[in-house]
Nanobody, 123 residues
Framework: QLQLVESGGGLVQAGGSLRLSCAASERTFSNYDMAWFRQAPGKEREFVSRISWTGGNTYYTDSAKGRFTISRDNAKNTVYLQMNSLKPEDTAIYYC????????????????WGQGTQVTVSS
């Protein structure tokens, strides 16, 4: 059972940066594709970015391209999301999720989820 714990959220002004981290409980972390999703109040959970289990392939939603960078350190069982040039519309709870060696941007395909970390961007 893979457990995920996010950290790094907070309150930031528009144009600022945050770095989210997601720490996994097991060394089998390296066998999992990882993703970040977010959910704003009253909205459905949406895909933000994903990274393959090797770290060799990444993918971003259009709104994240050029501003966000996903990375992972399998030695530390951790995946990161560096968020730059933040906008008020980025305000949401951010979740990391894991699926075993599968390419997907659909929340229902992911087997393990963290509890989420709040990101608030003020204008």
């Amino acid at each position: 059972q893979l457990q995920l714990v996010e950290s790094g959220g907070g309150l930031v002004q528009a144009g600022g940066s945050l770095r989210l981290s997601c720490a996994a409980s097991e060394r089998t972390f390296s066998n999992y594709d990882m993703a970040w999703f977010r959910q704003a109040p009253g909205k459905e959970r949406e895909f933000v970015s994903r990274i393959s289990w090797t770290g060799g392939n990444t993918y971003y939603t259009d709104s994240a391209k050029g501003r966000f960078t996903i990375s992972r350190d399998n030695a530390k069982n951790t995946v990161y999301l560096q968020m730059n040039s933040l906008k008020p519309e980025d305000t949401a709870i951010y979740y990391c999720a894991a699926v075993r060696r599968r390419i997907s941007t659909t929340p229902r395909d992911y087997d393990y989820w963290g509890q989420g970390t709040q990101v608030t961007v003020s204008s």
